[in-house]
């Protein structure tokens, strides 16, 4: 029977804790709890210290519930308490409960003591291991974006040497054009004026054409256009892709300098032709 009585009383006590938690009280609510606990305490019960934690982290859970609100209303008890204790014996109203709620209040005061240092605990834990994967999302994309880097100097010292590599091409087959000119100039009076006018734009066709296609290379490499800017998209003939817009078109309309350059020339080559034949 005792055991049970216990229980029963330690039951009761969860019930006013939850009670307390729920919000501040008033001083009138507060000396109800106070008649309450005193009837609770009679006939010399013990609360059981060990069952309160439990009891903390479910109202910590809770968002109905605070735990600042037990701590408020068991700091308004101790002092109602402390008023009556220092009255004579014959006027108190919760004598012999001094002592028990001043255990209670220290033991529940303990334990939310001891409950915020492990959620801090767990906060700073958390914070830490968030740090830690933050800095290894950090360290992992710092180091893609350094592999980036190596590839893309990689390819920049790559299409530097065949930059380079098309240029000396250039140049190397402008001064064989120029030494070429030259000779046929120089032979100029052994052969017929129009034979030597007619190779001469040949190797000019030639060396053009030669040095345009590695002009065109290196806009590839470099990732530059050398088409001219046009109104349609790929420099189409209409927007409906018309018979008449053939290859030639597109060239003309796309690379009309190297194209006019071109028909200049071969009208010239055709009428050295023609009138060295006369």
Same mark, same amino acid.
């Given at each position: 029977?005792?055991?049970?009585?216990?229980?029963?009383?330690?039951?009761?006590?969860?019930?006013?804790?939850?009670?307390?938690?729920?919000?501040?009280?008033?001083?009138?609510?507060?000396?109800?709890?106070?008649?309450?606990?005193?009837?609770?305490?009679?006939?010399?019960?013990?609360?059981?210290?060990?069952?309160?934690?439990?009891?903390?982290?479910?109202?910590?859970?809770?968002?109905?519930?605070?735990?600042?609100?037990?701590?408020?209303?068991?700091?308004?008890?101790?002092?109602?308490?402390?008023?009556?204790?220092?009255?004579?014996?014959?006027?108190?109203?919760?004598?012999?409960?001094?002592?028990?709620?001043?255990?209670?209040?220290?033991?529940?005061?303990?334990?939310?003591?001891?409950?915020?240092?492990?959620?801090?605990?767990?906060?700073?834990?958390?914070?830490?291991?968030?740090?830690?994967?933050?800095?290894?999302?950090?360290?992992?994309?710092?180091?893609?974006?350094?592999?980036?880097?190596?590839?893309?100097?990689?390819?920049?010292?790559?299409?530097? +040497?065949?930059? $380079?590599? &098309? =240029?000396?091409?250039?140049?190397?087959?402008? #001064?064989?054009?120029?030494?070429? @000119?030259?000779?046929?100039?120089?032979?100029?009076?052994?052969?017929?004026?129009?034979?030597?006018?007619?190779?001469?734009?040949?190797?000019?066709?030639?060396?053009?054409?030669?040095?345009?296609?590695?002009?065109?290379?290196?806009?590839?490499?470099?990732?530059?256009?050398?088409?001219?800017?046009?109104?349609?998209?790929?420099?189409?003939?209409?927007?409906?892709?018309?018979?008449?817009?053939?290859?030639?078109?597109?060239?003309?309309?796309?690379?009309?300098? +190297?194209?006019? $350059?071109? &028909? =200049?020339?071969?009208?010239?080559?055709?009428? #050295?032709?023609?009138?060295?034949? @006369?």
């Amino acid at each position: 029977m005792l055991l049970e009585e216990s229980k029963r009383r330690q039951e009761l006590l969860k019930k006013y804790i939850w009670e307390l938690a729920a919000q501040c009280f008033e001083y009138d609510r507060i000396r109800e709890y106070a008649f309450k606990l005193k009837d609770l305490y009679s006939n010399n019960f013990r609360h059981s210290y060990s069952e309160f934690f439990p009891i903390i982290v479910d109202i910590a859970k809770e968002e109905s519930y605070n735990l600042e609100f037990l701590s408020s209303n068991v700091e308004e008890l101790k002092n109602i308490l402390e008023q009556d204790y220092t009255k004579e014996d014959k006027n108190k109203e919760f004598k012999g409960l001094y002592k028990p709620l001043v255990k209670l209040g220290d033991h529940l005061n303990l334990e939310i003591g001891r409950y915020n240092y492990f959620s801090s605990s767990e906060k700073k834990i958390l914070d830490i291991e968030k740090y830690t994967e933050t800095s290894q999302d950090k360290l992992t994309h710092a180091t893609a974006e350094l592999e980036n880097a190596k590839e893309k100097i990689h390819s920049m010292q790559t299409e530097l +040497i065949a930059v $380079l590599s &098309i =240029f000396a091409a250039i140049v190397l087959t402008f #001064s064989c054009s120029i030494n070429l @000119i030259g000779s046929v100039l120089t032979h100029m009076n052994e052969a017929p004026f129009f034979k030597t006018t007619f190779f001469t734009l040949l190797c000019g066709f030639i060396v053009i054409n030669l040095i345009f296609v590695l002009m065109y290379f290196i806009s590839k490499i470099i990732g530059r256009s050398i088409y001219a800017s046009c109104k349609t998209t790929n420099c189409t003939c209409g927007d409906n892709n018309t018979p008449s817009c053939n290859s030639l078109n597109r060239i003309r309309k796309r690379l009309p300098y +190297i194209f006019w $350059l071109n &028909i =200049f020339i071969i009208t010239l080559m055709i009428a #050295s032709l023609i009138m060295y034949k @006369i």
